[in-house]
Nanobody, 123 residues
């Protein structure tokens, strides 16, 4: 099992930037694909981005060109750099870990989840 703790959320104006972090402990971080998901009020949890063990990434169309997922295996930390934020990016953002090393976009493909961090984009 992997323990995941997100940080970096907050309130930001539209057009601004935030960087989320996810500290992992437990199972070998470097061997696991990792992902970010988000859930807005009244909506289902949706895929944001994923990164495989070797750094290959997969992004949702809604965030392509604006968000960048990355990982630092030496620090057991996952990141999500969010630029050009929009009102519709407001959500609770969750970090998740797979048992497999390859990226995936389905929430059922992930075994461990963090508690989430709130991101609020204001006009």
């Amino acid at each position: 099992q992997v323990q995941l703790v997100e940080s970096g959320g907050g309130l930001v104006q539209a057009g601004g930037s935030l960087r989320l972090s996810c500290a992992a402990s437990g199972r070998t971080f470097s061997e696991s694909a990792m992902g970010w998901f988000r859930q807005a009020p009244g909506k289902e949890r949706e895929f944001v981005a994923s990164i495989s063990w070797n750094g290959d990434t997969l992004d949702a169309n809604s965030v392509k060109g604006r968000f960048t997922i990355s990982r630092d295996n030496a620090k057991n930390t996952l990141y999500l750099q969010m630029n050009s934020l929009k009102l519709e990016d407001t959500a609770v953002y969750y970090c998740a870990a797979r048992l497999a090393p390859w990226s995936a976009s389905g929430s059922r493909d992930y075994h461990d989840w963090g508690q989430g961090t709130q991101v609020t984009v204001s006009s």
